[in-house]
């Protein structure tokens, strides 16, 4: 599986930005979708996940909570991560990642797109 996130870019704090991630290669086989986030001097953060049927399993950064949604087109093999109200903490490279099996993938992940950059001006 290959992964491949867009759509990150410079906002203002209060702003918005959709984030999306496509996928090739064995996509039927994806069970968990989902978005993590690092910055500079930091572990990687989990953000959310999807599963194959598109319920939401967990946003796990507190923080973020009420300002994102993740959801899943499966005819486009694409996830998105819509995220409002935006916050100069929420500056930071944001990864999506994907597993074949069903534990969720703060705890494994089987593949990894490339980032893509967010940043947030105050």
């Known amino acids: 599986v290959q992964l491949q996130a867009f759509g990150g870019g410079l906002v203002q704090a209060g702003g918005a930005l959709r984030l999306s991630c496509a996928a090739s290669?064995?996509?039927?086989?994806?069970?968990?979708w989902g978005w993590f986030r690092q910055t500079p001097g930091k572990e990687r953060e989990f953000v959310a996940q999807?599963?194959?049927?598109?319920?939401?399993?967990?946003y796990y950064t507190d923080s973020m909570k009420g300002r994102v949604t993740i959801s899943r087109d499966n005819a486009k093999n694409t996830i998105y991560l819509q995220m409002n109200s935006l916050k100069p903490e929420d500056t930071a490279v944001y990864y999506c990642?994907?597993?074949?099996?069903?534990?969720?993938?703060?705890?494994?992940?089987?593949?990894w797109g490339q980032g893509t950059l967010v940043t947030v001006s105050s």
């Open positions: 290669g064995r996509t039927l086989e994806i069970y968990r």
């Open positions: 990642a994907a597993s074949f099996g069903g534990n969720s993938l703060a705890s494994r992940a089987d593949f």
């Open positions: 999807i599963n194959r049927r598109g319920v939401v399993d967990t």
